[in-house]
């Protein structure tokens, strides 16, 4: 083989490659820019594309449903305060394992991290059947219970993280400076892992807001999340107002991704130990 | 009066008690032992009642028995469990094979723009709800799809099974690109771009030099990354129930069906064991793979 067809053969492969990932590329967003387009579709049924005109009637008639604003709501406030429980006990555990100081440290790392191990539906089974047990059956406390035990793991791995990742020496900087202890946390060690506890809030807060699995176990007749409604509502029937709650979340998400390019960074995300092994 | 000074600070630099750290880990360990370890245990105790037809759950004093786990023998079991494992292994094996040159491209090829644009994007699908990907999945590709009269003039039959199973392995696809493709970044940003440079300079294909270096390097990382995959999909719920339609059933479908259909709340609790069984197996083959990356580098 000569070096000039050894080059064509390079460019080739190079091409098909670049074609490849053209098309996973357009595999990744075609279906969300088709959802985004019916959902301002303005025929009653479901045509080819693209749609003559547009209008808001599906997500007028998103407004009118009633399980939608039902399950909004329930959605939002559960995502809300399991973010903030999470924020909380997971940064407070986090720190203890950084610190360490005492026996079983690996192990209870994997404690804090298992139930991201465990099968959603596992998790929701056993929460419905434990909890009836011992006579929690309120819908809303129940569903609280089962976000925050599948949640917490993002916060306490994330801020896990970025304490190993900081710079040790500022914070005995402030000590050797005269700080006690605990001013050496407040002004100098949890602003240097803010990065994290966002990062891990906003994973925490999307990962519930998305729920299904364990939801579906844990709702009552009149406490039950968005997820849980639309995806009833999707096997009963094929009706694009659909579409138009995706657009919603699609936007939740949008400013989701502004707060972590704001406070983070994409570059720096990576290093927050969500996407290694 | 300065030598008080200078002590101060190194007597506090001194680690504070384990008492502390007890006090700060205690909410966390609280939580994770009511609400998760207990319910755990109790779902292993479940699944060694006798179910009686037409209850709801076990009754509280019912016998022990291992009948719930003889069920995990039969055929359609079987059947469920090689589906679950077949197109879960299928998606992941895509998956992995186009995470690949897209994170090598994104770490060696890209600009910095391209790259940012890149990384934010595979992000935002990682933090977009699946239920709206898999939805949007079934609008563009599904049944009522707006790609039905390509499928059609194709001479394929959108509710046809094979079609279903396609379909499900699309949603499982769709949802472990991006997670494999952010995984995959950090192994192929440590390997040294300078070894495939010094092959292809002394006259290797592009091609050759790749499969030579590039993927032995990475080689660890894309055993983890494919085990990573495999737990996501083996364990999802939402893409098979709404591609699949009930056509194409998962192992967490089937647990869920227990639930709601018949209340067998033993068998069903059976089927999850043995499903956190199985996923544990294929975590402990990653950790096994990361071990191995550890020993070598």
């Given at each position: 083989?000569?070096?000039?067809?050894?080059?064509?053969?390079?460019?080739?492969l190079?091409?098909?490659?670049?074609?490849?990932l053209?098309?996973?590329?357009?595999?990744?967003?075609?279906?969300?820019?088709?959802?985004?387009?019916?959902?301002?579709?303005?025929?009653?049924f479901?045509?080819?594309?693209?749609?003559?005109?547009l209008?808001?009637?599906?997500?007028?008639?998103l407004?009118?449903?009633?399980?939608?604003a039902?399950?909004?709501?329930t959605?939002?406030?559960?995502?809300?305060l399991a973010t903030v429980?999470?924020?909380?006990?997971?940064t407070?555990a986090a720190?203890?394992?950084?610190?360490g100081?005492f026996?079983?440290?690996?192990?209870?790392?994997?404690?804090f991290l298992?139930?991201?191990?465990?099968?959603?539906?596992?998790?929701?089974?056993?929460?419905?059947?434990?909890l009836?047990?011992i006579?929690?059956?309120d819908?809303?406390?129940?569903?609280l219970?089962?976000?925050?035990?599948?949640?917490?793991p993002y916060?306490?791995r994330?801020?896990?993280?970025?304490?190993?990742?900081r710079?040790?020496?500022?914070?005995?900087?402030?000590?050797?400076l005269?700080?006690?202890?605990?001013?050496?946390f407040w002004?100098?060690?949890?602003?240097?892992i803010?990065s994290?506890?966002?990062?891990?809030?906003?994973?925490?807060?999307?990962?519930?807001l998305?729920?299904?699995?364990v939801?579906?176990?844990?709702t009552?007749?009149?406490?039950?999340?968005?997820?849980?409604?639309?995806?009833?509502?999707m096997?009963?029937?094929?009706?694009?107002?659909i579409a138009?709650?995706a657009?919603?979340?699609?936007?939740?998400?949008?400013?989701l991704?502004?707060?972590?390019?704001r406070?983070?960074?994409?570059?720096r995300?990576?290093?927050q130990?969500?996407f290694?092994s | 009066?300065?030598?008080?000074?200078?002590?101060?600070?190194?007597?506090l630099?001194?680690?504070?008690?384990?008492?502390?750290s007890?006090?700060?880990?205690?909410?966390g360990?609280?939580?994770?032992l009511?609400?998760f370890?207990?319910?755990?245990?109790?779902?292993?105790l479940?699944?060694?009642?006798?179910?009686?037809?037409?209850r709801?759950?076990?009754?509280?004093?019912?016998s022990?028995?291992?009948?719930?786990?003889?069920e995990?023998a039969t055929?359609?079991?079987?059947?469920v469990?090689?589906?679950?494992f077949?197109?879960?292994?299928?998606?992941?094996?895509?998956?992995?094979m186009?995470?690949?040159?897209?994170?090598?491209?994104?770490?060696r090829?890209?600009?910095?723009?391209q790259?940012a644009?890149c990384?934010?994007?595979l992000?935002?699908?990682?933090?977009?709800?699946?239920?709206?990907r898999?939805y949007?999945?079934e609008?563009?590709?599904g049944?009522?799809?707006?790609?039905?009269?390509?499928?059609l003039?194709?001479?394929?039959s959108?509710t046809?099974?094979?079609?279903?199973?396609v379909?499900?392995?699309a949603?499982l696809l769709?949802a472990?690109?991006?997670?494999?493709?952010?995984?995959?970044?950090g192994?192929?940003?440590?390997?040294?771009p300078?070894l495939?440079?010094?092959?292809?300079s002394?006259?290797?294909?592009?091609?050759?030099?790749?499969?030579?270096?590039t993927?032995?390097?990475?080689?660890?990382?894309?055993?983890?990354?494919?085990?990573?995959a495999m737990t996501?999909?083996?364990s999802?719920?939402v893409?098979?129930?709404?591609?699949?339609k009930?056509?194409?059933l998962?192992?967490?479908n089937?647990i869920?069906?227990?639930?709601?259909?018949?209340a067998?709340?033993?068998?069903?609790?059976a089927?999850s064991?043995a499903?956190?069984v199985i996923?544990?197996?294929?975590?402990s083959?990653a950790?096994?793979?990361?071990r191995?990356?550890?020993?070598?580098?």
């Open positions: 083989m000569n070096g000039r067809t050894k080059r064509l053969g390079d460019r080739i190079g091409g098909a490659m670049v074609a490849m053209a098309l996973m590329l357009a595999f990744l967003v075609t279906p969300l820019l088709v959802t985004c387009l019916l959902a301002f579709d303005s025929r009653s479901l045509g080819p594309l693209p749609p003559p005109a209008s808001l009637r599906w997500f007028e008639r407004a009118s449903l009633d399980y939608v039902t399950g909004l709501a959605s939002l406030k559960i995502a809300l429980i999470d924020v909380l006990v997971g407070a720190v203890a394992l950084d610190r100081g026996r079983g440290r690996g192990l209870l790392m994997a404690a298992s139930p991201l191990i465990v099968p959603a539906v596992v998790i929701g089974l056993a929460l419905l059947l434990f009836s047990r006579g929690v059956i819908g809303f406390t129940r569903l219970c089962g976000h925050v035990v599948i949640t917490l916060v306490v994330t801020v896990l993280a970025s304490l190993a990742g710079d040790r020496r500022l914070t005995e900087a402030a000590l050797v005269g700080a006690t202890e605990r001013q050496a002004s100098v060690t949890l602003p240097l803010r994290g506890m966002v990062t891990g809030a906003v994973f925490a807060f999307a990962v519930s998305d729920d299904v699995a939801s579906m176990f844990l009552d007749p009149s406490t039950y999340t968005l997820p849980v409604a639309l995806v009833s509502s096997r009963a029937s094929f009706d694009l107002s138009a709650a657009v919603l979340l699609m936007a939740v998400t949008a400013v991704i502004i707060v972590l390019e406070f983070v960074g994409f570059d995300l990576l290093g130990g969500l290694r | 009066m300065s030598a008080v000074t200078i002590a101060r600070p190194q007597e630099a001194i680690p504070a008690p384990a008492r502390m007890l006090l700060l880990l205690a909410p360990l609280l939580i994770l009511s609400i370890a207990l319910p755990l245990l109790g779902l292993v479940e699944s060694l009642k006798q179910y009686v037809p037409g709801v759950g076990s009754a509280v004093d019912a022990l028995t291992l009948e719930n786990y003889r995990l055929p359609s079991f079987a059947g469990l090689y589906e679950t077949k197109l879960s292994a299928a998606a992941s094996l895509a998956g992995l186009a995470a690949f040159p897209l994170a090598y491209c994104i770490v090829r890209f600009s910095p723009r790259r644009a990384i934010g994007l992000v935002m699908l990682v933090l977009l709800s699946m239920l709206v898999t949007a999945l609008l563009a590709f049944s009522v799809g707006i790609a039905r009269p390509l499928l003039a194709l001479g394929i959108p046809s099974r094979g079609y279903i199973e379909l499900v392995e949603g769709h472990v690109m991006p997670i494999c493709t952010l995984t995959l970044l192994t192929i940003q440590n390997i040294d300078r495939c440079d010094a092959a292809q002394l006259g290797a294909p592009a091609w050759k030099a790749h499969l030579g270096i993927v032995p390097l990475a080689l660890p990382g894309l055993v983890s990354a494919f085990l990573i996501f999909a083996i999802a719920f893409i098979p129930m709404v591609l699949g009930g056509r194409v998962f192992l967490s089937t869920y069906t227990r639930f709601s259909d018949v067998n709340y033993p068998s069903g609790a089927v064991i499903m956190l996923s544990l197996l294929v975590l083959l950790s096994l793979a990361h191995g990356k550890g020993a070598r580098s």
